[in-house]
């Protein structure tokens, strides 16, 4: 993972002339920062880099809004608390990403119309409790799977924010390439060479 931007701003210095309330107000903040630190790079804030070069990694989203990414390596997971958003395209490279609890979303003033997620070949992700959210005012794709890619989304939903014409899951490969296990499709649209299995519309 690149270590080049720090992830949280750490070590806030003590207002000057603060009073008793001030103090422990800074105190407090101290103890969360260094808590965060101890996580490492992992925590990433918005706006903050995702580096994309390690082996394996765990990264953690705080809330808010984050650009998009590409991911290369053996083993990956992503996890977002609540309230953390992916307003970018995201695009799994090589080897087995995890996401867990992220929102990924399309807007009109956003650069991922096209796709959502793109997983090339030879790739696997795994999405657990995602939201996927498109405007849907261009034609798209939420999840675009290569030939020989693999994707499973579990527990997720797919919605759409417009009435437009959209592609959902769309898989280039096998049907057994792609599981959508009890997740809620309110699209209206179907997915695209995929095994569904409980999933409600």
Request: charged share 15%.
């Amino acid at each position: 993972m690149s270590r080049g931007a720090p992830r949280f701003p750490l070590k806030t210095p003590l207002p000057e002339g603060a009073d008793r309330a001030g103090a422990e107000a800074w105190q407090a903040q101290t103890a969360v920062e260094t808590s965060i630190d101890r996580l490492g790079s992992v925590v990433v804030q918005p706006g903050g880099a995702i580096g994309t070069n390690d082996d394996r990694a765990e990264v953690l989203l705080l809330a808010g809004k984050h650009s998009g990414f590409e991911i290369e390596g053996v083993q990956w997971r992503v996890s977002g608390v609540p309230g953390a958003q992916v307003e970018g395209p995201v695009k799994v490279s090589s080897g087995f990403v995890q996401f867990e609890g992220i929102v990924f979303a399309a807007f009109p003033d956003t650069n991922n119309s096209a796709r959502l997620i793109s997983v090339a070949a030879g790739a696997t992700a795994v999405f657990v409790n995602c939201r996927f959210l498109h405007t849907g005012r261009l034609p798209g794709k939420f999840v675009d799977i290569d030939a020989t890619g693999k994707a499973h989304f579990i527990g997720c939903v797919f919605e759409p924010l417009t009435t437009a014409a959209l592609n959902v899951v769309v898989n280039a490969g096998v049907v057994g390439n792609v599981y959508i296990i009890g997740c809620s499709n309110l699209t209206g649209k179907t997915h695209t060479s995929v095994t569904t299995i409980a999933e409600t519309t």
